[in-house]
């Protein structure tokens, strides 16, 4: 049973003799990494998501700092060492994912990454998973250029053009609400939405709209994107191949990139498909299906949802119940994934006395570590 800061040490990278989790002695053809970011699911829903994803690795980067009480059983599993404090909306939750994806560059031997939150499910079985991942294309995920998107544009252009809560950015803010006026319009695609059909004053969404093109030149906007370097919109939730990774983490130590976008509203969601499609990789469609949001959250899925999981063509799904006993749960993991009867039943990893000092084990968010760590004695 795995549980912080108790670590395992982790086999280096290509050494065969090393040590290896659970699971990690079988034959597999297309060795997945998993990277789920937690900080405040139950430790049980983690468990089982990551009992679901066996015989593969399952990286948990957890911010105990959030929920100190976190055992997990699953034998597949692994801690992150030095885990970041995260928080939704945070340049620390950025920093996090690329901790992370060193830690696992560093010390396992992988062909694909895919990143994973605690309220995500496989809707189909791991081997069909294997397979797709073992196709043509080096990273899946969608997005869209926030310059060339009106919609896009409008919507979120003033996070990705201004810092946060600057002079720039409120004026901004206040635009896109002048444009859009009452429309209740909006496009749901890339594991995001934005804003559409605009319902502002004629005049006024003109004037919207002119104000924040002018903020998309470099000139104007003191951004740091130009036609080389463009910004991009999308989910978090991506997967690609190991050099993929490998160059994503190259480019996270470019001069000046983690100033810039340390300063934005929501960076995470610019960050990730920016550095992807500079990166330029044979591209694929994004691997999850996401439920319908509520304002700015997706819904969860329940049971009335199973017949559209079932005919979505993607691999994971978002947002499911925190909740292990959840009935959606148990239909998804046995009738969809085909897990055998009772698999996906949840037991509760029996729990052990938390560390003591256990801040002494979390480093700040700032500057990023990218090392690892040895186990504590």
Not at 87 to 115: K, T
Not at 257 to 269: T, V
Not at 350 to 355: G, W
Request: with cysteine.
């Amino acid at each position: 049973m795995n549980q912080h800061p108790v670590l395992p040490q982790p086999a280096a990278a290509h050494d065969p003799s090393s040590p290896k989790p659970a699971g990690q002695g079988e034959k597999i053809k297309t060795k997945i990494i998993f990277l789920v970011m937690s900080a405040v699911n139950k430790a049980a829903t983690v468990d089982q998501l990551a009992k679901a994803l066996a015989p593969h690795t399952v990286l948990v980067h957890h911010d105990f700092s959030q929920t100190p009480q976190f055992p997990l059983s699953a034998p597949n599993v692994l801690f992150v060492p030095e885990p970041l404090r995260t928080g939704w909306g945070l340049f620390s939750f950025v920093e996090a994912i690329f901790h992370s994806m060193q830690y696992a560059l560093a010390h396992f031997d992988f062909d694909y990454l895919q990143l994973l939150s605690p309220s995500c499910l496989p809707i189909k079985p791991l081997a069909q998973f294997e397979a797709h991942v073992s196709g043509g294309a080096d990273a899946h995920f969608d997005c869209m250029d926030v310059l060339r998107d009106q919609d896009a544009l409008m919507t979120i252009g003033y996070r990705a053009l201004t810092p946060d809560m600057s002079l720039r950015f409120r004026i901004a803010r206040r635009l896109s609400n002048v444009y859009f006026g009452a429309s209740l319009g909006r496009r749901e695609e890339a594991g995001i939405w934005v804003r559409s059909q605009p319902r502002g004053n004629a005049a006024g969404s003109r004037l919207a709209l002119a104000f924040t093109r002018a903020l998309g030149r470099q000139s104007i906007g003191r951004h740091i994107f130009d036609e080389k370097f463009r910004a991009y919109y999308g989910t978090t939730w991506f997967g690609a191949r190991r050099h993929v990774v490998a160059q994503m983490i190259e480019s996270f130590q470019r001069p000046g990139l983690k100033d810039y976008f340390s300063r934005l509203c929501l960076p995470e969601e610019i960050i990730l498909p920016t550095l992807l499609m500079d990166l330029r990789p044979n591209k694929g469609p994004m691997n999850h299906y996401f439920q319908h949001f509520e304002q700015s959250h997706p819904r969860l899925f329940g049971e009335s949802d199973i017949g559209r999981l079932r005919q979505s063509p993607a691999f994971f799904a978002r947002k499911f119940p925190d909740d292990a006993t959840a009935p959606v749960r148990r239909r998804v993991l046995e009738e969809m994934v085909r897990l055998p009867a009772g698999a996906a039943s949840a037991r509760a990893p029996a729990p052990r006395p938390a560390a003591s000092r256990l801040s002494s084990f979390i480093v700040p968010a700032s500057p990023l570590t990218l090392r690892a760590s040895p186990p504590p004695p």
